[in-house]
Every structure is written in structure tokens, then in C-alpha cells.
């Protein structure tokens, strides 16, 4: 069975402060999304690595995928309450399907 | 744009009650997924389908029943509902694949089994 691991699980910081969320796993992922979700609503893609080393930025927002394709980590810098929510990593696997991290709970007060 | 639409969005059930949750897309896609997402472990995959006519198991499918007849419909069905099936469902669908391509959801299904 290939899981995911993702940490932490719930992070409450003040406004204007930095965080990473960590993805971790034992398997190789072809490919490695984040997802950002509301209350009541579905998933939202942020961002798709796709090659070992790769760092892409969204903004405020710097994604990593590891080199050797097993782990990924999401960094927030200078973070706003609009950045409040459930943080998702998921890896994607030959068969087409994606592998779900647990979720990290970010809540930013202002 | 639609989307993917799921409904109902809210159900409550009796336990050994049926029911069928139902998707529906309108990108053309031809991967379609059913998810459960509980407190503390994220979403879990309990069938997914590569295109119509086609149906596979997940990493949780004890329980559930799927269907894909027409390419832009994806039901899932709890043939006798149990408390352990209280959750919120989500439906999701891809071009040809997660590599590289973002999922697209639904807003969810949130059921509750008494």
C-alpha cells in the first residue's frame, strides 16, 4: 500500500509569519499536486510537479518536489487569513490514480 | 461552466437504507473518481473508472457499488448504508490521468448514516 505522509496536521500561526508542510513517502510518484480546500467545497489545484528538483512559485506560495520523487514540501511565506485552509498533497501513480496525503488544517490569524 | 456536479449535496440515512450518490461532468473527461474524505485522513479513493464502461476498486470499495454507463456519469451506491459510511463524498474527473493534470471536484455529497 503506498501512503503518503503529510505534516503537520494543523498549524495555527499569526499573520506575516512563514510555514512549510511536509509530504513524505517510501514510493515514487510520477507526479505530485497540491490542492487547497474550503469548508463545504471541493479540492482546488494549486500546482503539479512533475520532475525530480523541480521548484515552482505561486505567488506567496513555493512548491518542491524531491529528487528522487518521493517527497514534496509546500512553503508559505509572509502568511494572510487568506491563506487559511485544508492543504492537500497527492501523488500521482501509474495506474492513474492519486495517492491522498491526511491534510494540513493552516489557520492564519490576523 | 459546470463542472463536475454532484448531488444530492446532504443526505441523512437509516442504516440498511440504499442509495445512489450521482456525478456528473461535462469536460469530456474520461477518468472519473469516487472519494471519501473522514477527519484526520485526508481523501481516500474507493473506485475509479478510465472510461465509460469501465469501473475499478480502490483503496476503500467494501460497502460501495459503481457505475459508468454513460461517459459523463459516475454513480456510487450503498447497497445497505452503515454508520461506518458517514462522510463526505466526492466525485472527481481528469482527461486521461492525474499525471500532470489537475483533478477536478465536486463540492460534495454529505451523508450521514444513523
Known amino acids: 500500500t503506498q501512503l503518503l505522509e503529510q505534516s503537520p496536521q494543523f498549524l495555527s500561526i499569526q499573520e506575516g509569519e512563514n510555514l512549510t508542510v511536509y509530504c513524505n513517502s517510501s514510493?515514487?510518484?510520477?507526479?505530485l499536486q497540491w490542492y487547497r480546500q474550503e469548508p463545504g467545497e471541493g479540492p482546488v489545484l494549486l500546482v503539479t510537479?512533475?520532475?525530480?528538483?523541480e521548484v515552482k512559485k505561486l505567488k506567496r506560495l513555493t512548491f518542491q518536489f524531491g529528487d528522487a520523487r518521493k517527497d514534496s514540501s509546500l512553503h508559505i511565506t509572509a502568511a494572510q487569513p487568506g491563506d487559511t485552509g485544508l492543504y492537500l498533497c497527492?501523488?500521482?501513480?501509474?495506474?492513474?490514480?492519486?495517492?491522498f496525503g491526511q491534510g494540513t488544517t493552516l489557520q492564519v490569524k490576523p | 461552466n459546470a463542472g463536475v456536479t454532484q448531488t444530492p449535496k446532504f443526505r441523512v440515512l437509516k442504516t440498511g437504507q440504499s442509495m445512489t450518490l450521482q456525478c456528473a461532468q461535462d469536460?469530456?473527461?474520461?477518468?472519473m473518481y469516487w472519494y471519501r474524505q473522514d477527519p484526520g485522513m485526508g481523501l481516500r479513493l474507493i473506485h475509479y473508472s478510465v472510461g465509460e464502461g469501465t469501473t475499478a476498486k480502490g483503496e476503500v470499495p467494501d460497502g460501495y457499488n459503481v457505475s459508468r454507463l454513460k461517459k459523463q456519469n459516475f454513480l456510487l451506491g450503498l447497497e445497505s448504508a452503515a454508520p461506518s459510511q458517514t462522510s463526505v463524498y466526492f466525485c472527481a474527473s481528469n482527461p486521461n490521468g492525474p499525471r500532470g493534470q489537475p483533478q477536478h471536484f465536486g463540492d460534495g455529497t454529505r451523508l450521514s448514516i444513523l
Open positions: 497527492a501523488g500521482a501513480v501509474p495506474t492513474g490514480k492519486l495517492i
Open positions: 469536460m469530456n473527461h474520461e477518468y
Open positions: 514510493s515514487v510518484f510520477s507526479s
Open positions: 510537479v512533475v520532475t525530480g528538483g
